[in-house]
């Protein structure tokens, strides 16, 4: 796998450190049923999908589908093979779902067969997948409640072992209307002698129109590439324009084949790395930073460019590009910091830290072009706590006087998974990963469809928050764009033990988790107080509280699916369809 080469860029003002809790609210939440004339088409495991990858793949498989070009729109598949579409305008009058599109019934005979899986592809366009190997592209027209019109099958293929679709994106490559859907699979692995047996294939495929102009339209498979991995990835997805491949998971994907031919992975040469001297050294206290960087002999006071605000830094020269420019690792406090050129040659700059205590990792986040120099006290700090690692006593344990760490103690909101998660970017032409971030414990939480132009969010924690990241591929110095924050939601996801699906509203008002039965939590971003409220342990003034609701529905069925727009969330059982009434806009 690619060594990590990026780096999450937080944007720090849309953090709130002073956020102290959820305050559980008793305001009721309308919540509306539509009774559904045949159950929702669940498929259970079977004994030989025993694996963990079965259960993520398909077992927690979201069974209700957004369709984020229309607001409050959604569509599930039902027990006939019917695609049933309900579109909400007035939640006192809701009617019945309506049926768009019937998958065959010969779909039904396959013993390994799937859930029905469904992607909105464009405002226009729908993949759709029977769960038996089959795939259908849609000509759906344009869709929502004004628009009755059935959908179009125009492509129709069976594609291999059965699948679901995680993705798919429409667009024009040269005047041909081109579609990319990215079909998963958890596959047997006769090379797997230990472990599950199991392994974990993505495939990519193009489908064009081949049809000349002015014919009817005719669509084929143009190419195929597949990558296999050892886990059900978290998240996926293709660039709008076809270009490239997004994959966040725990164990690393690799491209394995093209239009079935193996895909080559020479041994890398061994890399010659030119040994260039630092621009710049730095050190640090608790307190403080001193950054030394060096300058042109003979430099002037006058000739220095210098900028510092709380979180920011550029250092330069008058009439040449910034030295150092970028994006602090933490805030400084401006007003106590200075610089000073020492000996003619160097620019030695002082930074105050503004929260005294954590140590820094780096000077500038993602710069590689300085180097940390250690202190003495530091280094004997170091050296006397991995003592014990040399020891020759067999229990060597500086720490003896300290009570052991009971693990039973610790709580599920505590803990990480072992395996190191990373973040990755391959380029559609080279089938390499260009950019890679190691996720660490920055764990999965969702995915959610913010603007259906771009690519899917995702969720990730940071910390006890969560914090919303919208891919930029056109963008490969800032790829992923930090656009939303719910505060603390990181860890009190993480102790519900029940919990089945999470998301949160397209304008993030809201975020939303529900458990395997029932219940639905509504955690909303804070809003101005009417009444005059009062820190009692502070003794301050509140004037922004955040809402905690809690949803119970009249339901004892399995939850299949949940979905969340502005205004309304959307909970799908086997039976019916629950709206709840989340905000008045």
């Not at 030394?292 to 220095?304: A, F, H």
Request: hydrophobic residues 35%; glycine residues 6%; proline residues 6%.
């Amino acid at each position: 796998m690619a060594s990590s080469n990026y780096s999450l860029k937080v944007n720090r003002e849309l953090l709130d450190p002073n956020f102290e809790s959820y305050r559980l609210s008793l305001d009721a939440i309308a919540t509306y049923n539509v009774e559904l004339d045949a159950a929702v088409e669940e498929v259970k495991l079977k004994d030989t999908q025993y694996t963990l990858d079965h259960m993520r793949a398909f077992g927690m498989y979201n069974y209700l589908h957004l369709d984020p070009w229309y607001e409050d729109s959604v569509l599930f598949v039902d027990c006939k093979g019917r695609v049933l579409s309900l579109t909400v305008t007035l939640d006192t009058a809701l009617g019945k779902p309506r049926e768009v599109y019937r998958i065959i019934a010969e779909s039904n005979q396959c013993e390994d067969r799937l859930c029905a899986s469904l992607s909105l592809t464009s405002a226009t366009w729908a993949a759709l997948s029977d769960g038996t190997g089959r795939l259908y592209l849609l000509r759906t027209g344009k869709r929502g409640d004004s628009s009755h019109t059935k959908w179009e099958p125009l492509f129709s293929e069976d594609i291999g072992e059965p699948f679901t679709i995680l993705h798919s994106v429409s667009h024009v490559q040269t005047g041909v209307h081109t579609m990319e859907v990215l079909l998963l699979r958890v596959q047997k692995d006769p090379q797997e002698t230990k472990g599950s047996g199991y392994l974990v294939s993505l495939e990519w495929i193009t489908v064009a129109n081949t049809a000349e102009q002015g014919q009817e339209k005719k669509y084929e498979v143009k190419k195929r590439r597949v990558l296999r991995g050892k886990s059900v990835p978290h998240y996926a997805a293709v660039e709008p324009q076809g270009k490239g491949l997004m994959v966040a998971s725990e164990k690393p994907f690799v491209f394995t084949h093209v239009d079935g031919r193996p895909v080559e992975h020479p041994d890398p040469e061994p890399m010659e790395v030119e040994k260039t001297d630092p621009i710049y050294f730095w050190q640090q206290t608790l307190e403080d930073i001193t950054v030394s960087v060096r300058m042109p002999e003979g430099i002037t006071k006058e000739e220095v460019q210098f900028r510092l605000t709380a979180d920011n830094m550029s250092i330069g020269v008058q009439g040449f590009p910034p030295l150092l420019q970028g994006q602090l690792y933490a805030s400084v406090d401006p007003e106590a910091s200075a610089w000073i050129i020492k000996n003619h040659k160097s620019l030695e700059v002082t930074l105050q830290k503004r929260s005294e205590g954590p140590m820094w990792s780096e000077l500038v986040i993602g710069d590689r072009r300085g180097e940390y120099v250690m202190s003495d006290e530091q280094a004997a700090l170091i050296h006397e706590r991995l003592t014990h690692l040399t020891s020759e006593d067999m229990n060597g344990n500086p720490d003896r006087d300290k009570p052991p760490c009971n693990s039973q103690e610790l709580e599920d909101c505590d803990g990480f998974p072992e395996d190191s998660s990373s973040l990755t970017h391959f380029d559609g032409e080279s089938l390499k990963p260009t950019q890679v971030v190691n996720l660490g414990s920055h764990q999965y939480l969702f995915t959610v469809d913010v603007n259906p132009s771009e690519m899917p969010c995702l969720c990730l924690r940071h910390d006890v928050d969560a914090l919303l990241w919208q891919p930029r591929p056109d963008q490969p110095s800032n790829m992923w764009e930090h656009i939303a924050t719910f505060n603390a939601l990181g860890y009190v996801q993480a102790s519900k033990r029940d919990k089945k699906f999470a998301t949160c509203a397209p304008n993030f008002s809201y975020a939303s988790l529900c458990e395997c039965l029932r219940r639905a939590f509504i955690y909303r971003q804070p809003s101005p107080v009417e009444t005059v409220l009062f820190n009692r342990k502070q003794g301050r003034q509140v004037g922004q509280v955040a809402k905690q609701q809690v949803a119970s529905l009249d339901s004892d069925k399995p939850i299949l699916g949940f979905r969340a727009t502005n205004e309304r969330l959307y909970i799908l059982t086997s039976s019916n369809l629950f709206v709840l009434k989340v905000n008045n806009n």
